[in-house]
Nanobody
């Protein structure tokens, strides 16, 4: 059974940083991609970033490009999202999701498994 566990969320002041982790287990690490999505209260879920497990190709939304960095540790089956220069509009529940193909996409229907989410709140 696939399991994705996010961690690292919390309360941070504007301009601060957080690093989210997504630990994946329960599947054979062949060809896959991990995506990060977020959902703020009253808003639709949106894609934030994605990384493939083979060549490490990445994808970022325009709203986080230049501030967030996604990376992976294949030995640990863990993906990280380093978030710098955080803004109040980054406040949301952040979810990681597993796509059983080695390509990044924003289409949520392409992701087969989801974590439970971790809350990020940016406020002074």
């Amino acid at each position: 059974q696939v399991q994705l566990v996010e961690s690292g969320g919390g309360l941070v002041q504007p301009g601060g940083s957080l690093r989210l982790s997504c630990a994946a287990s329960g599947f054979t690490p062949d060809y896959y991609a991990i995506g990060w999505f977020r959902q703020a209260p009253g808003k639709e879920r949106e894609g934030v970033s994605c990384i493939t497990n083979t060549d490490g190709a990445t994808l970022y939304s325009d709203s986080v490009k230049g501030r967030f960095t996604i990376s992976r540790d294949n030995a640990k089956n863990t993906v990280y999202l380093q978030m710098n220069s955080l803004k109040p509009e980054d406040t949301a529940a952040y979810y990681c999701a597993l796509h059983h193909r080695d390509e990044c996409t924003w289409w949520e229907d392409e992701y087969d498994d989801w974590g439970q989410g971790t809350q990020v709140t940016v406020s002074s």
